[in-house]
């Protein structure tokens, strides 16, 4: 399995976590500032949430943001690919909740 985190913050325990369980084949992590961040080397690095939804095959994603930040990257995440499995970390706002009720209908 392939996992994509997002944040740099509580994204870090999560990362740790998931080393930890070594479940994953591949792991990425982005964050803006993920470049002053000690991430081992074999974890893929993403700047950039777009670049991160591209260019990385995943199977399951972390959110470990704002609730906003949250949303705005559930919104760039339907249109590519929604992830056989996702973590939610924060509250959820109202609209991100329809999000994913859309999303689960969509793959009945």
Request: aromatic content about 10%.
């Amino acid at each position: 399995m392939k996992l994509l985190i997002f944040g740099s913050n509580f994204g870090l325990i999560h990362l740790e976590a998931a080393i930890k369980s070594k479940k994953f084949k591949k792991i990425a992590i982005c964050s803006p500032n993920i470049g002053k961040k000690k991430i081992p080397k074999n974890i893929i690095k993403y700047e950039k949430i777009d670049d991160a939804i591209s260019n990385f095959n995943y199977d399951m994603v972390t959110i470990a943001t704002l609730p906003l930040i949250q949303h705005k990257i559930l919104l760039k995440i339907k249109k590519k690919k929604f992830p056989k499995y996702i973590f939610l970390e924060k509250p959820l706002l109202d609209k991100t909740i329809k999000i994913l009720k859309d999303s689960y209908n969509q793959t009945k």
